[in-house]
């Protein structure tokens, strides 16, 4: 995802051209030992999302009544609040990744958005004091595994959230 946002970057294509995450919704094959849950789902989009990727096919449906639900939950963020972000061609960004803690940061007109996805397979945390431009006033507007606790966002297991700052 990083290679094809950079190269779009340098060709000036990057507000013209979009990359796709295409997250797995399949599993209990002889690849895939088993389907991945509903927040291991969300951990793929957002990755994908937080690495430059601006639209979210899943690979493949039917797929299971868990997926579907995390996915119509991170639908409903994209369409409400998200995408007044991501997709504003003034938003700054920031990517931070420490300790397979992925968090990108998008700010516009004084309001911040932040997203982080969690790797591990144990909950883990991260600082807000590493992401810029975040303010007092705070609310949480994606929900899959994670929360706001001090100066940290805490992330459950494969958790994911997203906040807004300002």
Do not use: C
């Given at each position: 995802?990083?290679?094809f946002?950079?190269?779009l970057?340098?060709?000036?294509?990057?507000?013209?051209?979009?990359?796709?995450?295409?997250?797995?919704?399949?599993?209990?094959?002889t690849?895939?030992t088993?389907k991945?849950?509903?927040?291991e789902w969300?951990?793929?989009?957002?990755?994908?999302?937080?690495?430059?990727?601006?639209?979210?096919?899943?690979w493949?449906?039917?797929?299971?009544?868990d997926?579907?639900?995390?996915?119509?939950?991170?639908?409903?963020?994209?369409?409400?609040?998200l995408?007044?972000?991501?997709l504003?061609p003034?938003?700054?960004?920031?990517?931070?990744?420490?300790?397979?803690?992925?968090?990108?940061?998008?700010?516009?007109?004084?309001?911040?958005l932040?997203?982080?996805t969690n790797?591990?397979?144990?909950?883990?945390r991260?600082?807000?004091?590493?992401?810029?431009?975040?303010?007092?006033?705070i609310?949480?507007?994606?929900?899959?595994?994670?929360?706001?606790?001090?100066?940290?966002?805490?992330?459950?297991?494969?958790?994911s959230?997203?906040?807004?700052?300002?």
């Amino acid at each position: 995802m990083d290679e094809f946002a950079d190269r779009l970057f340098d060709l000036g294509w990057d507000r013209t051209k979009a990359v796709w995450a295409v997250p797995q919704a399949f599993g209990d094959d002889t690849y895939w030992t088993r389907k991945p849950t509903g927040k291991e789902w969300v951990v793929q989009s957002l990755l994908g999302v937080i690495h430059g990727g601006l639209g979210i096919v899943p690979w493949n449906d039917p797929t299971t009544p868990d997926i579907k639900a995390s996915a119509s939950a991170l639908a409903k963020a994209m369409s409400t609040t998200l995408k007044g972000f991501i997709l504003d061609p003034n938003a700054t960004f920031q990517l931070i990744t420490q300790n397979r803690v992925h968090v990108g940061v998008w700010t516009v007109s004084g309001r911040t958005l932040v997203l982080a996805t969690n790797l591990n397979y144990n909950e883990t945390r991260f600082s807000l004091e590493s992401v810029h431009g975040s303010g007092s006033r705070i609310s949480q507007v994606f929900d899959s595994g994670a929360k706001i606790q001090g100066k940290d966002v805490i992330l459950e297991s494969v958790g994911s959230g997203g906040f807004v700052f300002g």
